[in-house]
């Protein structure tokens, strides 16, 4: 059995809780790097994390010790600037995380961004139809805004847009065929290719995208290619493999739930098992 989990970058401190995850056969996790600067770190409250080369290197430190790495990017922080894209793909591609995800910022309720974001719309509420943006989960996902917050000199368009363009680059066929080196045989390095385009298409093709015609191919692509995966993972037949039996095991008869029978030899029952 394979497992996946999420932590914090503190852990890529720790070469022996790392090499403890691989025994356990942890084979990757999610890791919050959130912001590559120093000033987005602290936007996030994260200002404890590494940036710049330093944040690269114990990235890459995870990778030494078997842990595969799906990073966790934020985009449209106060603190970000149009350069702060290149630098954040630039850092996932040095790095040599496994896989990545590039999100814009979104405000969850009882976080202080949400609290200080709703005080601010109670002076003048902006409304999507007769929704509250600050309800924006209420929003039809038609009409809901990719972005909810102002940013004080990008636009959430640009934002949008410039996101968009990270995910392409990092999720590129160059890209990705060198980071597939990590995976043993050729058909298991054609499956993280698939597998990386496919997580391309569904988070960032269909999530980010404002054009429903755009929106609408790349779920069209998005289902061509998880069919293709899925023929890579398939394995041959095992006809003689038995599915397990479970047997449930009640201490008392009162404690049995009457739909399973629990009634003795000449009791009835309201209870009524159809057969298939």
């Known amino acids: 059995m394979v497992f996946f989990t999420q932590i914090t970058m503190e852990a890529g401190e720790d070469g022996e809780y ?16 959130e912001a590559v600067t120093p000033e987005g770190l ?22 030494r010790h078997g842990v595969h790495v799906l990073g966790s990017f934020i985009f449209g922080l106060p603190t970000d600037k149009p350069a702060t894209f290149n630098a954040t793909v630039e850092m996932a591609l040095k790095a040599g995380v496994t896989f990545a995800q590039f999100v814009m910022m979104t405000p969850f309720p009882e976080t202080v961004d949400f609290t200080r974001w709703e005080k601010e719309q109670a002076k003048a509420p902006t409304l999507v139809g ?19 917050t102002p940013h004080p ?43 990386s385009k496919l997580y ?5 093709g269909t999530g980010i995208s404002t054009d429903s015609a755009r929106r609408k191919k790349s779920r069209t692509w998005a289902r061509w290619t998880a069919k293709q995966c899925r023929k890579l993972f398939q ?18 008869p009162l404690r049995r739930p009457a739909f399973l029978g629990n009634q003795q030899r000449g009791e009835t029952s309201p209870f009524v098992v159809i057969p298939k």
């Not at 330093?54 to 890459?60: G, I, P, S």
């Not at 509250?132 to 990719?146: G, S």
């Not at 391309?200 to 960032?204: D, G, L, N, T």
């Not at 394995?235 to 009640?250: C, G, I, R, V, Y």
Request: proline letters at 6%; charged letters at 25%.
């Open 153 to 195: 000199s990008m636009s959430s368009d640009e934002i949008r847009k410039r996101t968009q363009k990270v995910w392409d680059r990092f999720y590129n066929w160059s890209a990705i065929w060198q980071r597939s080196a990590c995976t043993p045989t050729l058909r298991a390095r054609l499956a993280f290719m698939f597998l």
């Open 235 to 252: 394995a041959k037949p095992m006809p003689h493999l038995q599915s397990p039996t479970w047997e449930l095991a009640f201490a008392s």
């Open 130 to 148: 007769d929704v509250p943006i600050t309800r924006y989960w209420l929003i039809p996902t038609e009409v809901r805004p990719k972005m909810f």
């Open 200 to 204: 391309r298409q569904m988070y960032a």
């Open 18 to 33: 790392l090499d403890a995850m691989r025994k356990a056969n942890i084979k990757g996790a999610l890791v919050g790097v």
């Open 42 to 63: 602290k936007a996030v409250f994260k200002d404890f994390n590494y940036s710049g080369e330093a944040l690269a290197r114990q990235l890459q430190t995870f990778k």
